[in-house]
């Protein structure tokens, strides 16, 4: 008679096999959910925040989906995302396989008498977790040569690193040891499916008797393992595998296409009327979705590796800085008790001050982590109730606040720029769009070329627009990224209440930092606007046919990313198009752009600062440099000061200038 193909599932185990396996189970279970709920009470340590979870659930479900499941982010990197898609699918099939055993022995079987683990399904059932089993193998290796061999300074490796690669990497192993054994003794022709097994059964030798003892010992030692491993997972880094998942699934609104808060946009002050202390100095403060994203951070590394305050030496590092608070986070979920604060005693004032809110950090976590949403709050803690801040940002709000100007030059100043060109008053004349020059285009004597140039474009297109003159003021945007809250609202308010007085809707600027505000803050409290940055509304003219541009540009052109523009509003190809239209020479990226753009060094008031170490604007320009590019194009006020002077202070100014998109298509009209 013909052998059925299949397998017994309780093979040589011995009696009692499945009653020593359902006590396992269940104790792992137990043990499992028990380490669950004592995590779940210490994410509950922090403010409520109200979240509507429905809310967007598809895109939520999607980036799920495409980022944690298929690994889209991960994948980014190429080796750590191969290694880590290795153990992930490797793992999540065998999970399934395991599964599907489970349920034929204990549910179909024994009611229905149903198998289904049998001819071409079961050939094919095997194949398939063979593939999976040395996929997770080869991960692991990977993992292993990656950390102890290539050690990539990123990764701070702790014993549990070593400890968790190699349990997962035994329960593997020993997996393929105990089906090894059982073809070993057993011996079907069809098992040369299950190729690994069916390799690793020739070291068991022609003895079946000892083969069958060593498969014995080595089933138990594999269950144990198994059963150790699932536990592990909620006392170890392996709980990322839950928190990471659902950090994915329920990460902030920003980051949800469709979502009502746009990326980067910091949450206001809920109760500035009536607290007694601004900011957060406490694990406490924060919210408890804060504290969560301490928790399921990976230690990865990869904010670390494109944080400009990092790479040039400063003492902020994304990766130790959500680790710190961890650390606390910890400490106080198990009673110890920090009367001093965070800062000072945790995070250091000068960290705090290093980062130029770039959001480099949270665009590029594979799981969504922000950084700057803690930072600010602690910013806002010595700026607001400490009266602690830089000598340099003391100076900036004093300007602010007097002269309406980061520079305190003042309004008389604002419109000198203006001199010679058509340009009308919004307050005096109706027109389609306002003109929101900015601070800097204003009142700074390279960008007021810039200012100029744009302006010509308009009247040459034929646009409708004119400027508040004297009445425009400072956005805000300087004031609220050092932690001034108070300070950025009176500016913003006062500005809102006067667009919306001159019934403003639509608004164009070359600033990235004044369309992010005006456009993703402002909203906030009450200024719903219709914002175009430069690059966007000038694509749309050539789109419209309404300016035509020839090429003129020679050399190699690059284009440096501004944070604001890109990474945080998603203009990345506008520039690009246009650039491509006006070049007569060719065109190469920096080593890093689009998401993966390095900062300038000018953002987060850091423009306003001085600064220490290697200077971030000498490592971005450094990038130019090695491409030979002859012409750098930024489309920001901020960059186009610091990319210039780092081209001074590396005496290339001869072979490379820096230029605002506006001036290169006002040299190509």
């Known amino acids: 008679m013909e052998m059925e193909i299949g397998r017994e599932i309780l093979w040589n185990a011995g ?4 009653i020593i396996t359902y006590i396992l189970a269940a104790i792992t279970i137990i043990v499992f959910v028990m380490g669950i709920l004592k995590r779940m009470k ?20 999607g980036y799920f989906i495409s980022n944690g499941i298929f690994h889209k982010s991960i994948l980014r990197e190429s080796f750590p995302g191969t290694m880590h898609f290795f153990i992930f ?41 063979e593939v999976a089993g040395l996929m997770a193998i080869i991960g692991i290796l990977l993992a292993l040569y990656r950390r102890y061999v ?43 499916w299950s190729f690994v097994g069916w390799g690793v059964a020739s070291l068991f030798g022609d003895s079946k008797e000892s083969a069958m003892i060593m498969h014995r010992v080595l089933w138990y030692l594999h269950m144990v393992l ?15 595998i839950i928190t990471s998942s659902i950090n994915m699934l329920f990460r902030g609104v920003e ?21 007694e202390e601004f900011g957060i100095n406490t694990i406490e403060g924060f919210t408890w979705r804060q504290n969560f994203d301490l928790d399921a951070c990976t230690r990865c590394g990869r904010c670390q590796d494109l944080c400009p305050a990092y790479n040039t030496d400063k003492p902020l590092s994304p990766k130790q800085f959500i680790q710190d608070l961890k650390a606390e986070w910890e400490r106080t979920a198990n009673g110890v008790k920090n009367e001093d604060g965070l800062i000072d005693k945790v995070i250091q004032e000068e960290t705090l001050w290093s980062c130029t809110a770039c959001l480099a950090c949270q665009v590029n976590c594979p799981i969504s982590i922000p950084t700057f949403d803690k930072n600010i709050e602690m910013r806002r803690y010595l700026t607001l109730t ?9 100076l900036l709000f004093k300007n602010l606040q007097q002269k309406g100007d980061p520079y305190g030059m003042g309004k008389r100043q604002r419109t000198e720029w203006t001199e010679g060109l058509d340009i009308k008053n919004v307050a005096e004349h109706e027109v389609e769009y306002l003109y929101w020059a900015g601070c800097v285009a204003s009142l700074d004597d390279r960008n007021r070329k810039v200012a100029r140039s744009f302006a010509t474009i308009l009247n040459q297109a034929g646009v409708s627009f004119g400027m508040l003159g004297q009445d425009e003021t400072c956005c805000g945007d300087p004031a609220r990224r050092c932690g001034n809250e108070e300070l950025y609202l009176g500016i913003a308010q006062g500005n809102v209440e006067l667009l919306n007085e001159l019934g403003i809707k639509k608004i164009i600027t070359t600033c990235p930092h004044c369309l992010h505000t005006l456009k993703n803050e402002y909203s906030q409290i009450g200024g719903k606007f219709e914002v175009y940055h430069q690059s966007e509304f000038i694509w749309k003219l050539v789109k419209e046919g309404k300016l035509s541009l020839n090429p003129s540009i020679e050399g190699n052109i690059t284009f440096h990313d501004p944070c604001y523009l890109g990474r945080v509003n998603g203009v990345f190809e506008e520039p690009r198009s ?12 920096m080593e890093r752009n689009h998401d993966r753009s390095f900062c300038c060094g000018g953002g987060g008031g850091r423009i306003w600062m001085e600064e220490h170490h290697k200077r971030i604007n000498h490592a971005r320009i450094d990038e130019a440099i090695a491409i030979t590019a002859n012409t750098v194009v930024t489309a920001c006020p901020y960059c186009l000061i610091m990319m210039e002077d780092a081209v001074k202070d590396k005496e290339k100014g001869e072979t490379m200038k820096v230029l605002d998109l506006s001036e290169i298509v006002t040299k190509s009209i």
């Open 226 to 240: 198994s059963f150790g491993l699932i536990v592990y997972i909620v006392y170890s880094k392996l709980l990322h």
């Open 578 to 589: 246009i650039l491509d239209k006006v070049r007569k020479g060719s065109y190469s990226e």
């Open 150 to 192: 290539t050690k990539p300074t990123r990764l701070d490796s702790k014993p549990e690193d070593m400890i968790t690669l190699l349990w997962i990497l035994a329960v593997l192993v020993t997996g393929f040891l105990v089906e090894g054994a059982r073809i070993a003794v057993t011996r079907p022709e069809y098992e040369v």
């Open 42 to 61: 210490m994410w509950k340590i922090g403010k409520p925040v109200e979240m509507d979870f429905k809310k967007l659930l598809g895109e939520r479900i």
């Open 255 to 275: 980051d949800v296409p469709g979502g009502e808060t746009a990326r980067g946009a910091i949450q206001p002050i809920a109760d500035f009327e009536t607290a």
């Open 386 to 394: 400490l009266s602690k801040t830089t000598p340099e940002t003391r």
């Open 89 to 129: 699918w490797g793992f999540l099939v065998l999970a399934v396989g395991t599964a599907l055993v489970a349920l034929q022995d204990d549910f179909f079987e024994p009611l229905f008498k149903v198998k289904y683990l049998v001819g071409n399904f079961y050939l094919t059932f095997s194949f398939i977790l």
């Open 15 to 18: 009696p009692g096999a499945r």
